[in-house]
Nanobody, 124 residues
Framework: QVQLVESGGELVQAGDSLRLSCAAS????????MGWFRQAPGKEREYVAA????????YYADSMKDRFTISRDSVKNTVYLQMNSLKPEDTAVYYC?????????????????WGQGTQVTVSS
């Protein structure tokens, strides 16, 4: 079993920065990739970014790549999402997820494990 625990979400003002963390644990935690997704109230889940765990190759949704950075610490089994120049439309619950297969990293259905989410609220 794999457990993912997100942290770092909070209420901030537009223009601020935040770093989210996702700590992973489990007996055999060797995922192919980790991803961040978000879901705003009344909206569908949205892909944010992903990182392959062996090479550290990063991928972003086009609308996120200029302000968000995904990274990992393999020793700590932790993935981060640095978010800069936050906007009110970034308000959402942010989830991290792990997958053991290659393929389209932007598809949430291909991720096997999910965290409980962390709330990010950006005020104008």
């Amino acid at each position: 079993q794999v457990q993912l625990v997100e942290s770092g979400g909070e209420l901030v003002q537009a223009g601020d920065s935040l770093r989210l963390s996702c700590a992973a644990s489990g007996r055999t935690f060797r995922p192919y990739a980790m991803g961040w997704f978000r879901q705003a109230p009344g909206k569908e889940r949205e892909y944010v970014a992903a990182i392959t765990c062996r090479s550290g190759t990063t991928y972003y949704a086009d609308s996120m790549k200029d302000r968000f950075t995904i990274s990992r610490d393999s020793v700590k089994n932790t993935v981060y999402l640095q978010m800069n120049s936050l906007k009110p439309e970034d308000t959402a619950v942010y989830y991290c997820a792990a997958r053991y297969t290659s393929g389209s990293l932007n598809l949430g259905d291909n991720y096997s494990y999910w965290g409980q989410g962390t709330q990010v609220t950006v005020s104008s």
